[in-house]
């Protein structure tokens, strides 16, 4: 009906204000949707609030018509009375011919002319009319009824704005006021969406939660004044990869039923998925990091520490040097210990030796050989698999040589807490094996009077080329002699391991490791003269407390390291802290800034 | 009711309407409804012509705003509006004491 709203209009006249029809049109059409608005509010059914709005109106080209009229009239009325005056001249020009023709000539042209006119114009208000007509009968456009209530959806991607939608995710939607409240909890459907409908325009919590259990919650604002309001949240599209860890126990060790190694597991609570927040664990997290400690057995059984504040104060206590106890352990154990990378990460607190058949949460303490190395090490997985994927955590080599000795030492010593399995266990791995030796360590040291200047540097071996126009070199010195040196000042680098890919960059800093058997061959700085450099003494100092632990250590004393090998820390611009280790059986590239393992070959 | 009572006091009840404050159709139109308590329904076919006749009159004036996302034309009262409107109040009062006398009903 709208789309003859201009039909009884006559065409656009000369003497007509250019923008009388326009604004006639769009005043009846702001009446219109404030009236259909009421009348939604009323029916609350689009079709039925049209028909109300469109019954009660009437004929809107008549009004509109009626409109033009009035406000054309004078104009009308004048040009009727202009054109009588016109006829009665025209009637004295009669007998001039001549200038009669040409005068009827130039009137047919002016005719044509207002006519092209009349139909431009009327073809835009029609366009107008239709306008107006789609925005009363269209059903998607479901405008609120009241600027305060506005039509809110929800719309969830895949790991990106313009990722595949999110279906099956939960969505809970809770705010507004105590007479007017919202409590929505619904999944999106297969086109990632939720139609909320109308609500009042206000404050929410938005709260999404995926299909396992990873969710992210924030606020949204609802503003007043607007027909749609759309809520686009980019969630995750698959869970982080998951793996189960497993403690790789020597053979030897193995065997025994009262071993078990205490660990705990570091997971980010949180990660970021364009710039979104998700907690990937259930519940409210204050930390950057869930720390979860357990008791894994050489049976395979995983004790997770128990929950309760009084447990988690006593094993904080125990991580300090108390002492263990089985009671502090939940005593439900676990099969499988899941972890979700890619990011997770372990650190061994030790090994206990329980006492005979005791499992948690019997009240024994137990004995316990601690791990030196205090570092985080990453359980970190290759590529996405499928599924569930295993990681083998190894112990130290130093630290199971302690164990042995304490285990050796039980059974000679015959001592009753020591049970029989397990002394038996002891003697039948000392048959099969010789007394292992614990590695000697060295305590170090760096003197500001043995500073050597080089300009330039170059060191080629095993596969590592380093390289500095100009560096200073600090001894790290120790009984064994000269077993590394702490480099200061900027270099270049470039390794290339068997069967890999090249890892180079430039270093601000450095720290080599090395026999010092091999230190003429390496780093040969004999005939260099010793400079006194506190400067230098003092930033290698302080690397030190750093880097040293990254490799052949036993605390803050020097391991000394095989004939051959040569392990670097170097503080790279392109790679962070950065470990590069190559000897006889192991070769390890690891950036310990990323957590990432960039090569590795061998048997650890 | 009688239209007819209506129609010769739709340009009073307008002005009175749009002396409180700039107002557009729609909210004259409903205003004039709820204070009556529905008994005055002025119609569309009513409404504009009159408002436009008072602005032609030059008894208001208007302007366009932008309201909910679209123009919206506003009605102001104008010096001239305000002394017709108090001309206009003044003779209905004198109009209904009239009747009233003739009536026999207490003045309004």
Not at chain 1, 38 to 48: I, K
Not at chain 1, 405 to 433: F, H, I, N, P, W
């Amino acid at each position: 009906m709208l789309d003859d709203l201009t039909a009884e209009l006559p065409a656009p006249r000369d003497d007509e204000p250019p923008e009388l029809r326009t604004r006639i049109v769009k005043e009846l059409r702001d009446h219109l949707q404030c009236a259909y608005q009421q009348e939604l509010l009323r029916a609350g059914d689009e079709t039925e609030a049209t028909r109300r709005v469109l019954a009660k109106f009437g004929d809107p080209a008549k009004l509109v018509k009626k409109l033009w009229f009035d406000a054309m009239w004078g104009k009308i009325m004048s040009q009727r009375a202009l054109a009588g005056i016109c006829g009665v001249m025209i009637a004295a020009c009669v007998g001039l011919g001549a200038i009669t023709l040409n005068v009827a000539s130039n009137a047919t042209k002016a005719t044509q002319a207002v006519l092209e006119q009349s139909r431009a114009a009327n073809q835009a208000l029609l366009e107008q009319g239709r306008a107006l007509q789609q925005s009363l009968t269209a059903k998607a456009d479901s405008r609120p009824v009241d600027p305060e209530w506005v039509h809110l959806k929800i719309k969830l991607t895949k790991d990106s704005a313009d990722g595949p939608p999110a279906d099956g995710y939960l969505i809970k939607l809770a705010g507004g006021s105590a007479t007017n409240k919202l409590d929505l909890n619904e999944k999106s459907g297969r086109d990632g969406r939720l139609d909320c409908g109308l609500v009042r325009a206000g404050m929410y919590h938005i709260t999404v939660e995926t299909t396992w259990n990873e969710r992210t919650e924030r606020k949204v604002y609802v503003r007043a004044g607007q027909p749609e309001s759309v809520i686009a949240v980019v969630c995750p599209g698959a869970s982080r990869p998951r793996f189960e860890a497993e403690i790789n126990w020597p053979s030897d060790l193995k065997q025994m039923p009262d071993l078990g190694v205490v660990l705990s597991i570091r997971q980010p609570s949180r990660r970021d998925v364009e710039g979104e927040t998700w907690d990937v664990t259930p519940g409210r997290h204050y930390a950057d990091y869930l720390v979860r400690r357990y008791l894994v057995k050489t049976d395979g059984s995983i004790w997770p520490a128990a929950d309760n504040q009084g447990a988690q104060s006593q094993l904080g206590d125990f991580e300090k040097g108390g002492r263990l106890s089985l009671r502090w352990f939940q005593e439900s154990p676990l099969t499988t210990l899941k972890l979700s990378g890619p990011d997770a990460q372990y650190l061994l607190h030790g090994v206990a030796i329980t006492p005979p058949g005791s499992n948690p949460p019997d009240d024994n303490l137990v004995r316990f050989v601690r791990n030196e190395n205090k570092e985080w090490g990453a359980a970190q997985i290759e590529g996405k698999p499928e599924g569930a994927q295993r990681v083998r955590i190894s112990l130290p080599e130093e630290l199971l040589v302690r164990v042995r000795e304490r285990l050796a030492k039980l059974m000679e010593t015959g001592d009753a807490e020591a049970t029989a399995s397990l002394v038996a266990a002891v003697a039948v791995a000392s048959d099969q094996k010789e007394k292992p030796e614990r590695p000697k360590s060295y305590p170090i040291s760096l003197n500001a009077n043995e500073v050597r200047e080089f300009a330039p540097l170059s060191i080629k071996h095993g596969g590592l080329h380093l390289w500095s126009s100009e560096v200073s070199g600090i001894p790290i010195s120790c009984e064994a002699g000269v077993t590394g040196m702490v480099l200061i000042g900027n270099g270049s680098f470039r390794f290339v391991p068997e069967g890999g890919d090249a890892i180079e960059g430039h270093f601000r800093a450095a720290m080599l490791r090395f026999n010092p058997k091999d230190q003429r061959e390496i780093l040969a700085f004999d005939k260099i003269p010793a400079i006194t450099d506190r400067a230098v003494h003092e930033m290698s100092n302080h690397l030190l407390k750093e880097a040293f632990r990254h490799c052949w250590h036993s605390g803050m004393e020097a391991l000394i390291p095989e004939e051959g090998s040569l392990s670097v820390v170097l503080y790279s611009k392109e790679h962070g802290d950065l470990l590069i280790s190559s000897g006889s059986k192991d070769t390890i590239v690891h950036s310990f800034t990323d957590r990432k393992t960039l090569y590795k070959k061998g048997s650890n | 009711m009688d239209s007819r009572l209506l129609s010769g006091t739709v340009d009073t009840l307008l002005l009175e309407v749009i002396s409180e404050g700039p107002t557009y159709g729609y909210a004259i139109a409903q205003t004039v409804l709820g204070r009556s308590r529905g008994y005055f329904e002025i119609t569309e076919g009513s409404l504009y012509p009159a408002l436009h006749r008072l602005e032609r009159q030059k008894l208001v004036d208007s302007f366009w705003k932008e309201a909910e996302g679209r123009e919206r034309k506003y009605y102001k009262l104008t010096p001239a509006g305000r002394r017709a409107l108090e001309a206009k109040k003044k003779e209905w009062r004198q109009f209904v004491t009239g009747v009233h006398g003739i009536l026999g009903e207490a003045g309004a």
